[in-house]
């Protein structure tokens, strides 16, 4: 049950320091090495080429690891919508390996691509948080994410808990193939100071509903920006608000603004901006922010400690750059919610959304 919590989904969100440190023990030994099957691992190290079919959040968790799966593993990795993909395969490369990403497992459309890739006998992944799932049963290996059940419609454990397990195989596969910077990446270390970069965040509930509560409450749109690992978030994060809050909102990447978007900037609206500490694109971030507070725009900054600057709103305690978005999308989770609460709608079973979604 949600014992003493008003809603599952902030219960979920409040699991999320836990479920990182359960991981720690179930893929990794007492010494940090990662345990993991390894015929996953050398089915990895054979394909030319990784691509992550998923839908709605677990689609954008599978944005949000290509980067280190690519830093660590030395392949490209390239995403698919699987509604789409059900229909329109792309060209595949010689040695594809796919891997499926679903809370559920149950997900209609991303089995539809893998009954496909089984016709075609592409070697599967499902990374699910049910054992014994369809997605699970006929992909040809399965990681579990060990988040226990999610209830809430709106998903967040799942998708921290999706980064990673992602996480786990990259540095399995790095370490099977001597890639230096897999070497480097201790992931179950890295992973205890997301742990508690979370409960920081958590811990700061009380201000990120102030932050927030007279921005959104009778908005009818909103603005997430962010560059690179942050531009992944911000899909994640406008996902989560327009499903359980209602409000049409948009992420998008921080650049692409000035080609057309930022016409939509008018007086008050608001634009949650989301800055990791990226010496490369943080300060470009800023720019477009300067440029949407021109126009008028609301903003709320979300920032990661060693970029923060006077006046910014929400601040994050520093994570490693590979798990950036784990701890990021804490804050965005929050904001939904409070957003949903606020407005007096039913946190956990938004109007025209079931669970899981098993109907193409
Ligand atoms: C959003 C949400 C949905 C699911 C999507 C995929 O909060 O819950 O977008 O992420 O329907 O579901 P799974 O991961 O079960 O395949």
Redo the contacts with the bound molecule.
């Keep these: 049950g949600k014992g003493t919590y008003p809603f599952y989904m902030l219960k979920e969100i409040d699991e999320q320091p836990a479920v990182m440190r359960k991981l720690s023990q179930i893929y990794a030994d007492e010494t940090g090495k990662v345990v993991m099957d390894d015929a996953i691992i050398q089915a990895l190290i054979k394909a030319d080429r990784i691509y992550i079919i998923?839908?709605?959040?677990?689609?954008?968790a599978g944005y949000a690891s290509k980067y280190l799966l690519e830093e660590l593993v030395e392949k490209p990795v390239e995403l698919g919508i699987?509604s789409e993909w059900g229909y329109n395969m792309p060209r595949l490369s010689e040695k594809p390996f796919f891997i499926?990403?679903?809370?559920?497992?149950?997900?209609a459309?991303?089995r539809q691509v893998l009954v496909k890739a089984n016709e075609l006998g592409i070697p599967s992944l499902t990374v699910?948080?049910v054992p014994g799932s369809t997605?699970s049963r006929e992909a040809n290996f399965t990681l579990l994410l060990h988040a226990g059940p999610e209830i809430a419609?709106?998903?967040?454990k799942?998708?921290t808990a999706q980064i990673a397990v992602l996480a786990f195989l990259a540095k399995a596969t790095g370490t099977a193939i001597a890639n230096k910077k897999a070497a480097n990446f201790d992931v179950v270390h890295e992973l205890s100071l997301v742990a508690q970069s979370i409960e920081a965040t958590l811990s700061e509930k009380a201000l990120i509903e102030s932050k927030v509560t007279g921005l959104l409450a009778t908005t009818r749109n909103a603005f997430y920006i962010g560059r690179g690992q942050d531009y992944y978030v911000a899909m994640e994060a406008s996902?989560?608000l327009k499903?359980?809050s209602y409000i049409q909102c948009e992420g998008f990447a921080a650049g692409e603004l000035k080609h057309g978007t930022i016409a939509l900037i008018e007086e008050n609206t608001p634009v949650l901006a989301l800055i990791s500490n990226n010496p490369k694109v943080a300060s470009h971030t800023r720019g477009n922010v300067s440029e949407v507070v021109a126009r008028g725009a609301n903003v709320v900054t979300i920032v990661e400690q060693d970029a923060a600057i006077e006046g910014d709103d929400i601040v994050i305690n520093n994570v490693h750059p590979y798990l950036s978005s784990i701890s990021m999308v804490i804050p965005t989770q929050l904001i939904a919610y409070y957003a949903s609460l606020h407005r007096g709608l039913d946190v956990d079973k938004p109007r025209n959304?079931a669970?899981?979604?098993t109907v193409e």
Aim: glycine fraction near 6%; charge should be negative.
């Design positions: 998923a839908a709605g959040t677990s689609y954008n699987a499926f990403l679903s809370q559920s497992g149950e997900t459309d991303s699910t948080n997605l419609v709106a998903s967040t799942a998708y996902l989560k499903e359980i959304l669970k899981s979604v």
